[in-house]
């Protein structure tokens, strides 16, 4: 071995010391009395503060369900709604909510009256917005059926009614599957879990209250849902916080 290889195996060797040398002096104080200095503690990171969750906002749907229909002489929504029937008066201008013309918005008119506060605003608020299509494509006719002539390829041809089969069976020979008194109760207001003992029932049991509960838990989640875009549409809610 060399002179030259002698001499680098001892300088790394003793590299590692030297090292440790240079470190010596960031353990004691300036002042060459030999005390230790303890390295600073790291800073914590403060651990962020979570956004709390807004809680929901809950209302009462009382005064919907009690307000007055403008134009029915005092009918209110809960009369309109128990019993699901949809009403004639003969001594009284026929349109929804007595009796329904063909072109009447019932849906919309529906929704009205269940989500709007009816003294600021229309039963027909909804109706006027334009989106719905202003007519009916095809004119509706005059007599008996009153419906426009069905389209289909080929065209079917019209019909005064005469042609019209009525059955005369009792009432026994029927079953019903599904109820549609006023428009969009049975869909809108009643969950889905309710829809068989509903579509079940008789008005007869509606007059009992039996479903209010169920008609006042759904009309108060879908106040709840929707609410805040009523209000940021610049239409007031029926419902008041609670």
Do not use: W
């Amino acid at each position: 071995m060399t002179y030259r290889n002698r001499k680098a195996i001892r300088l790394l060797s003793v590299a590692p010391a030297l090292m440790a040398l240079t470190l010596l002096p960031a353990c004691f104080d300036d002042d060459d009395d030999g005390d230790i200095i303890a390295a600073p503690a790291p800073t914590p990171t403060p651990t962020p503060t979570p956004t709390p969750t807004p809680s929901q906002a809950s209302f009462d749907v009382t005064p919907c369900l009690t307000q007055e229909i403008p134009g029915t002489g005092g009918f209110t929504v809960a009369d309109a709604v128990v019993p699901d029937t949809l009403t004639l008066n003969l001594a009284a201008d026929a349109g929804f909510p007595n009796g329904r013309l063909l072109p009447d918005p019932v849906i919309d008119a529906t929704l009205a009256v269940i989500f709007l506060d009816l003294t600021q605003h229309s039963p027909f608020t909804f109706a006027n917005i334009p989106l719905n299509p202003p007519e009916n494509d095809v004119a509706f006719q005059s007599g008996f059926p009153f419906l426009a002539p069905p389209q289909g390829s080929p065209p079917i041809a019209s019909s005064g009614g005469s042609n019209f089969s009525f059955r005369s069976d009792p009432p026994g020979s029927y079953v019903r599957v599904d109820r549609m008194g006023m428009p969009a109760v049975a869909t809108v207001l009643i969950g889905s879990d309710q829809k068989i003992p509903y579509n079940d029932a008789r008005p007869q049991d509606d007059v009992t209250g039996e479903f209010v509960p169920e008609l006042t838990e759904q009309l108060t989640g879908l106040t709840q849902a929707l609410a805040d875009d009523l209000t940021n549409a610049g239409l007031t809610p029926c419902a008041m916080p609670s």
